[in-house]
């Protein structure tokens, strides 16, 4: 789970760091018109039916896996 963390969080500095100052270099005006008007629509991956059964999957895989490894360190 610790990897996982640190995965996401090198992830997301390197959005900051050299995605997004490249996209506000390279987008236009009415890229990001487009953008503000996808963000606008407010519909989020995560909670759309088709996105929600699948986050439910990935924390149901993760509590299995913990459980399993807590299992596997007691003596």
């Given at each position: 789970?610790?990897?996982?963390?640190?995965?996401?969080?090198?992830?997301?500095?390197?959005?900051?760091?050299?995605v997004f100052p490249?996209?506000?270099?390279a987008?236009?005006?009415?890229?990001?018109?487009?953008v503000d008007a996808q963000v606008a629509r407010g519909e989020d991956p995560?909670?759309?039916e088709e996105?929600?059964?699948r986050y439910r999957e990935i924390l149901r895989r993760i509590v299995y896996l913990s459980e399993?490894?807590?299992?596997?360190d007691r003596p």
């Open positions: 789970m610790r990897d996982y963390i640190d995965f996401l969080y090198e992830h997301m500095r390197k959005e900051e760091m050299a490249l996209a506000r270099e987008l236009t005006e009415a890229d990001w018109k487009a995560f909670l759309s996105g929600s059964a399993a490894e807590r299992e596997a």
